[in-house]
């Protein structure tokens, strides 16, 4: 129904953002697969079997890793599909031949667009089989901290619904890749390999899909309610709407929560890391505060800071955190590192105009001011 369908698509921003843990806050390939993928169930539903195939095409494309979960529903809706045995084959042929494809455009990029003595294979099994990025460390990415708690209800109650209706085999292309991302998302938690797919993608993109199963649990449970006379249309009209409204409400503070600070990195030696917050929180009123007469110089700032500080003020950051584009042209902890001689030296060969950094005494910089984080705005003088 379609005002289940609005609850169901306004609970996916709650699923929960961290630096460790990036989702649908982030501009990532991995959401782009995601919307392919996404895109790809939408032409399921309406049988539409041609655009599903160019959607999955997408999906790989887009975010290659995407293949364990878009193949696992791609087969069994096909399986299961109105279509004959030879139109079955064909298609799965097809995907596979689109799969072929997808590698193909993906391997020339890598091939024509890489350094010398780049070897293709070792690079490819290197993405296939690898060990933790976190080495002999695994972040808590218990279920209950990632998803909403009303979501795990009602996507616990889409299974006995489906169960109860008989329509198993009919979202089974649904089913799959929630049961393969929940396979993965079960299994990184006690090791410190990967397969093909990393971690924090397949908990991302799993809880994207427990919440669009979560709304047949609602539709299950009001449907339940209209048939046993507990309660009519229209007061359950009024509580959809009412909902709404408090979801409107909180629209306004929900990127505020701290609930991101529970997903913490245990290693093997018991010890505990805290998160990052979201890239919302790095850039606070103060850095604005302190930029807001600078534009069009350059800066050297902690990586995080120089990639939102940038990006808001119109300025350039020599050193920036790895996004869609990349400064490296000179990295803040070798520059805090150096002595005055050397920091006076860096300044004059990479050209930088200001320094927001931990507080220092140097000759050649003058103090701007003070942000409540503790970092100091030096404007360079020679």
Known sequence: DKLVSAITALSIPYIVNSANLPGIWYAIPVILGLICLLLSFVFMSLKDIKMVMFSSFLTLIFYPPLFVLSFASLIFYILFSELNKKDKIKYVGIYFFIGFIAAIVISFKLIFGSYEGFNFLDYIFSKIYYLTFTSDSIPDYSIWEVIPLWILIFAITGVFGIFKLKELKKKLWLIAPILIGLI??????FVFWRFIIEYQRVVVVSSVLIVLFSGFGINYAVNYLKNKNI???KILN??????????????FSYTQRDNWDNLKLYSKGNKVANPAPPVNNYLIEDDLRLFKYIKGNSFIAPSWKGLVIGTATGNYPLESKQSTITNTILRYNDFISKDCDSKIKSAKEDRIDYVYSKEFNCTG????????????????EF
């Open 184 to 189: 993965y998302w079960i299994t990184y938690s």
């Open 231 to 233: 309660l009519n249309n």
């Open 238 to 251: 009024f509580i959809f709407i009412g909902i709404l409204i408090i979801f409107l409400f909180f629209s």
């Open 365 to 380: 910089f003058e103090m701007v001011g003070k942000s409540g984080e503790g970092l100091v705005l030096y404007k360079v």
